[in-house]
């Protein structure tokens, strides 16, 4: 199993961006299918970005055009860049894998994924 570790989470003020890395270790993730997701409390976790063995993407409705996934199958890391932050941005986000059989195919349930990070906090201020 693969192991995943989040990082570049903060405290920043609407409208400045981050950008959030997953490290994994244990595999290499050229054939793994990635996701990002985000949770408050008292919220499920929610779907943000996911993306394929060869970076083909989706994103929820309400980031469409601010965020961005990639990843960097060489350094075994991918990437959330955040622009344009809202308050209702600030969450708890986790990355996720999952072992794929296809080369295009991207996952948007949580059920849909083997391993889990244990999160990085975004806080975004009014």
């Known amino acids: 199993q693969v192991q995943l570790v989040e990082s570049g989470g903060g405290l920043v003020q609407a409208g400045a961006s981050l950008r959030l890395s997953c490290a994994a270790s244990?595999?290499?993730?050229?054939?793994?299918?990635m996701g990002w997701f985000r949770q408050t409390p008292g919220k499920e976790r929610e779907f943000v970005a996911a993306?394929?063995?060869?970076?083909?993407?989706l994103y929820v409705d309400s980031v469409k055009g601010r965020f961005t996934m990639s990843r960097d199958n060489a350094r075994n890391t991918v990437y959330l860049q955040m622009n344009s932050l809202k308050p209702e941005d600030t969450a708890v986000y986790y990355c996720?894998?999952?072992?794929?059989?296809?080369?295009?195919?991207?996952?948007?349930?949580?059920?849909?994924?083997?391993?889990w990070g244990q999160g990085t906090q975004v806080t975004v201020s009014s």
């Open positions: 993306i394929s063995w060869t970076s083909n993407t």
């Open positions: 996720a894998a999952r072992r794929a059989g296809s080369t295009y195919l991207v996952y948007s349930q949580d059920s849909d994924y083997d391993s």
């Open positions: 244990g595999r290499t993730i050229g054939t793994y299918a």
